[in-house]
């Protein structure tokens, strides 16, 4: 896909230019390295591609917070890193550490 990501861009019908981190990183040989410059310049060049389409930039998969921020301040629109079941699970987990501290 990001060797062609250019291509997909121009596809009608095509809203969003999305890279899976951690599927990324295994077809890359790199299972786990979300902070190797590698998977950075996938996710610039996808970004770059998309807004030169006009179409929006995604990335998901990678849970860095600091990472996250950096990829929506280069214009990521379309963040998908964690499955809602683990955001629920994560939200009810706190409120219960919180309730428990009172």
Same mark, same amino acid.
């Given at each position: 896909?990001?060797?062609? +990501? /250019? =291509? &997909? +861009?121009?596809?009608?019908?095509?809203?969003?230019?999305?890279?899976?981190? *951690?599927?990324?990183?295994? @077809?890359?040989?790199?299972?786990? =390295?979300?902070?190797?410059?590698?998977? +950075?310049?996938?996710?610039?060049?996808?970004?770059?591609?998309?807004?030169? @389409? *006009?179409?929006?930039?995604?990335?998901?998969?990678? /849970?860095?917070?600091?990472? $996250? /921020?950096?990829? &929506?301040? $280069? *214009?990521? !629109?379309?963040?998908?890193?964690? @499955?809602?079941?683990?955001?629920?699970? %994560? +939200?009810? %987990? @706190? !409120?219960?550490? =919180?309730?428990?501290? =009172?």
């Amino acid at each position: 896909g990001l060797a062609n +990501a /250019r =291509e &997909i +861009a121009g596809v009608a019908g095509v809203d969003v230019l999305h890279v899976g981190c *951690g599927d990324m990183l295994m @077809a890359m040989g790199k299972p786990g =390295e979300f902070g190797c410059p590698e998977i +950075a310049a996938a996710v610039r060049s996808v970004i770059d591609y998309a807004n030169k @389409a *006009g179409k929006t930039a995604g990335f998901g998969g990678d /849970r860095d917070l600091t990472r $996250q /921020r950096r990829y &929506i301040t $280069q *214009g990521v !629109r379309f963040v998908t890193t964690q @499955a809602d079941v683990a955001l629920l699970l %994560s +939200a009810a %987990s @706190a !409120r219960v550490a =919180e309730l428990r501290t =009172e």
